[in-house]
């Protein structure tokens, strides 16, 4: 049997394949740099800006506010929104240390700026999703109808359609 938050469980399975991806960004980074890890550092940040951010925002702005109420506290989810401005925070530092595709080769520092930028985000967002696997979603699932779970991601969708929209093109 399905549980409740089987959406979000997916969605989070798609989530890890991406987040793998990072670890191999930053094994690709060296000071030489080859047209694939131009590849997998651009394909890394098109993830954290186009798809986390936007799920990110709609776990900001309906998960985290259900799970408040139902923990009957509005600090229970402020270190999972911690985690986000750190996401944020590093995907911003990602998108400064990018390099145009023509440039192969980096001085060492950074190379290593780019590898240690990749793994923090590598394990920042493993880590992250793992938590609200492993607390948030069966406190969920012991706690909301199934129409509220539909209701919520029903919310969440619609959150994280409009993340996107205000993405520029």
């Known amino acids: 049997m399905a549980s409740i938050t089987q959406p979000l469980?997916?969605?989070?399975?798609?989530l890890y394949r991406q987040v793998e991806n990072l670890r191999l960004?930053?094994?690709a980074v060296g000071e030489s740099l080859t047209t694939s890890a131009h590849d997998k550092i651009e394909q890394a940040y098109d993830?954290?800006?186009r798809q986390l951010f936007p799920?990110?925002?709609a776990e900001e702005k309906v998960l985290y506010p259900m799970v408040?109420?139902?923990?009957?506290?509005?600090?229970?989810?402020?270190?999972?929104?911690?985690?986000?401005?750190?996401?944020?925070?590093?995907?911003?530092?990602?998108?400064?240390?990018?390099?145009?595709?023509?440039q192969?080769?980096?001085?060492f520092d950074?190379?290593?700026?780019?590898?240690?930028v990749l793994y923090s985000l590598y394990a920042l967002i493993k880590l992250h999703l793992a938590k609200e696997e492993e607390i948030?979603?069966?406190?969920?699932?012991?706690?909301?109808?199934?129409?509220?779970?539909?209701?919520?991601?029903?919310?969440?969708?619609?959150?994280?359609?409009?993340?996107?929209?205000?993405?520029?093109?």
């Not at 911690?82 to 990602?94: A, G």
């Not at 192969?104 to 001085?107: A, Q």
């Open 9 to 14: 469980r997916d969605e989070h399975k798609a």
């Open 25 to 27: 960004a930053g094994d």
């Open 47 to 49: 993830f954290l800006t």
């Open 55 to 57: 799920h990110a925002q």
């Open 68 to 102: 408040q109420k139902i923990m009957d506290s509005l600090h229970a989810t402020a270190t999972m929104s911690r985690d986000h401005m750190e996401v944020d925070r590093l995907t911003q530092d990602l998108g400064s240390l990018r390099v145009h595709k023509t």
């Open 104 to 107: 192969l080769s980096v001085p």
């Open 110 to 116: 950074h190379a290593m700026a780019l590898r240690r």
């Open 136 to 169: 948030y979603l069966p406190l969920l699932d012991s706690k909301l109808t199934e129409a509220e779970a539909r209701e919520m991601f029903e919310k969440m969708g619609a959150a994280a359609q409009e993340a996107k929209a205000r993405l520029p093109r």
